[in-house]
């Protein structure tokens, strides 16, 4: 995606954010198909994802990139090393061996799978709903996963030849005139949400869905969901309800935050009911996702997140009133779209 | 180093063909451009443990057919695997008076002809310090490489004026060592061009 030669684009200014509610958000991947098919559809694209929703706990996509490195030394303030994420470690859309099942007289024998070596069998969500834990106390939570339009983007920093620029609104957005596809971001970048087209030899990334915001529509991820489980708005605006989630009621936390980028994607943790203890009694002082895999996530706040969200749910089943529920629920669903409730089907579109 | 006068000059474009073998070479000795005039925290960080630039020389070679100027560059091929990064070169001219030894600065370039293996054609650069290039679209640039008995062999097809300047000098990327932007080894000096 080209800037409009000046290097920047207007779509006002504030610093842009998502909050994504995890305990909504039922992993059906609309948000990410959505994106897809609206940017990354053309040839060279096909391993991208710049939506990309997890199972968690899991190695995700890239496989194990939350041990990639990369990001800030909060101490130092120095950029660290990090691994450039490979072709496999992104995995594909892989051919299956269809004519083997379906007309091959192997009823029974032959299952469907990859045409690819075991080892190298990765892709965007491959192991999905797999989780953790054993039965009865197994579990899982769905990770929805965007550029995360950074405060202090290492991507942009990284770049050599002044590709990326940080916008008047937060985007973080790549010139691809300008970008050699050195692919110096793709390994600063803490996230690995930077993809690289192999073909056109630029790397590539969420935009932001900018050309939408610019005419007042939200982007794919948010206006798709039918969870109604993605916010968008300014940080700034004190009316938005991200403002007031993440600044306000402090429910919404950054992922990673150690990473030291201040990513301006937000998560509302998700909660979990009781484990079950051996005998199978209700193990009411423990959730079923373990505090410490969430700390891991999303910090040590995480634990004050989650008391305010159990509280609130117990003011509202003792009969009382929730603005931070009634929020989060979202009655009526452009709520969610911030300033950006135009309906792009009144829009006439730009090819 | 005489630029060779070869009529039919078609042929030159290609870095195997015969006429190249009655062509004048000189091998220059490489060096890794510095870590320190790297240009971001990021690759200055991250490259400061990793060793870079170990490519020790390149021969150059340089031909006209009065239309063109030919360069051709040859240089031991690393044959690790990588199938990130390609093996790349460059041929570079002091147009702007930028310093050889880290490609240029911010306020003097180096004019680059640069190739990539696998990507087609060459690329016309701007150059204003390791890896901090600028595209120059239209520069009517050709190039083409070939990988054999283990060395590379790659021919620039550009316009003459860039032998104006009567000095180039080489830089190579080793793929497989994650080489590109400033990550490069360069020709400790200009070498001369004359015309024939
Ligand atoms: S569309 Fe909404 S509910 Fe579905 S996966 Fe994305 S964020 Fe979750
Ligand atoms: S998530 Fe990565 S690519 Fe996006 S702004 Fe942050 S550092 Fe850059």
């Known amino acids: 995606m080209s800037t409009n030669g000046t290097g920047t684009v207007s779509t006002g200014s504030g610093q842009l954010a998502w909050v994504f509610d995890l305990n909504k958000c039922i992993g059906c991947q609309t948000c990410s198909v959505a994106c897809k098919v609206l940017w990354t559809r053309e040839s060279g694209e096909e391993q991208q994802w710049w939506c990309s929703v997890n199972t968690q706990p899991g190695l995700g996509t890239p496989k194990g990139w939350e041990s990639m490195g990369g990001g800030i030394d909060v101490a130092t303030g120095k950029p660290r090393a990090g691994h450039q994420p490979t072709r496999e470690e992104f995995g594909g859309g892989w051919d299956f061996n269809y004519y083997e099942v379906f007309y091959g007289g192997t009823a029974g024998k032959a299952h469907l799978e990859p045409q690819a070596p075991r080892e190298n069998r990765w892709a965007m969500n491959w192991d999905e709903d797999q989780g953790a834990g054993e039965w009865p106390n197994s579990y899982y939570f769905y990770l929805p996963r965007i550029c995360n339009h950074c405060t202090n983007p290492v991507c942009v920093s990284a770049c050599p030849t002044g590709a990326l620029v940080k916008q008047e609104d937060g985007l973080v957005l790549r010139d691809e005139d300008v970008c050699m ?54 940080l700034s605006d004190e009316d938005s309800p991200v403002h007031k989630l993440v600044n306000e009621w402090k429910v919404a936390l950054p992922m990673h935050a150690e990473y030291g980028t201040r990513p301006n994607v937000y998560y509302v943790p998700p909660m979990s009911p009781a484990r079950l203890k051996e005998d199978m009694s209700i193990d009411t002082e423990n959730p079923r996702i373990p505090n410490e895999y969430l700390e891991s996530l999303f910090g040590p706040d995480v634990h004050t997140a989650l008391g305010t969200l159990k509280s609130e749910m117990e003011k509202v089943r003792g009969g009382g009133k929730s603005e931070i529920l009634s929020t989060l629920i979202a009655y009526h669903w452009t709520e969610l779209l911030g300033p950006f409730t135009q309906d792009p089907a009144e829009l006439t579109p730009v090819s | 180093m005489k630029i060779a006068k070869i009529s039919g000059g078609a042929s030159l474009a290609d870095p195997t063909a015969s006429a190249w073998a009655s062509v004048e ?9 510095p870590l320190d005039a790297q240009p971001t925290s990021y690759i200055r960080e991250a490259w400061a443990g990793r060793s870079y630039g170990k490519t020790a020389q390149a021969s150059v070679a340089a031909a006209t057919d009065g239309q063109k100027l030919y360069v051709r560059l040859s240089w031991k091929d690393d044959e690790r695997p990588n199938k990130e990064f390609q093996d790349a070169v460059a041929a570079v001219f002091p147009d702007g008076g930028g310093a050889l030894g880290t490609l240029g600065d911010a306020e003097k370039p180096v004019a680059v002809w640069f190739w990539e293996n696998g990507r087609s054609g060459g690329n016309s650069l701007t150059s204003h310090g390791p890896g901090v290039v600028r595209k120059d679209p239209g520069s009517g640039l050709a190039a083409a490489g070939e990988l054999a008995g283990g060395s590379w062999n790659v021919v620039f097809g550009g316009p003459l004026a860039a032998a104006r300047s009567g000095r180039v000098g080489v830089a190579v990327w080793n793929g497989s060592n994650d080489e590109r932007g400033g990550l490069a080894a360069v020709s400790r000096d200009w070498v001369s061009l004359e015309q024939a």
């Not at chain 1, 192999?198 to 969901?225: L, T």
């Open chain 1, 181 to 234: 596809g050195d692919r110096f971001c793709m390994e600063a970048c803490p996230y690995k949400k930077i993809y690289f087209n192999y073909e056109r030899h630029v790397a590539q990334q969420c935009i932001g869905c900018f050309p939408r915001i610019e005419a007042g529509v939200a982007p794919a991820c948010v206006r798709q969901c039918p969870g109604r489980a993605v916010f968008i708005g300014r």
């Open chain 2, 25 to 33: 070479s000189v091998t220059v000795p490489l060096q890794p451009v």
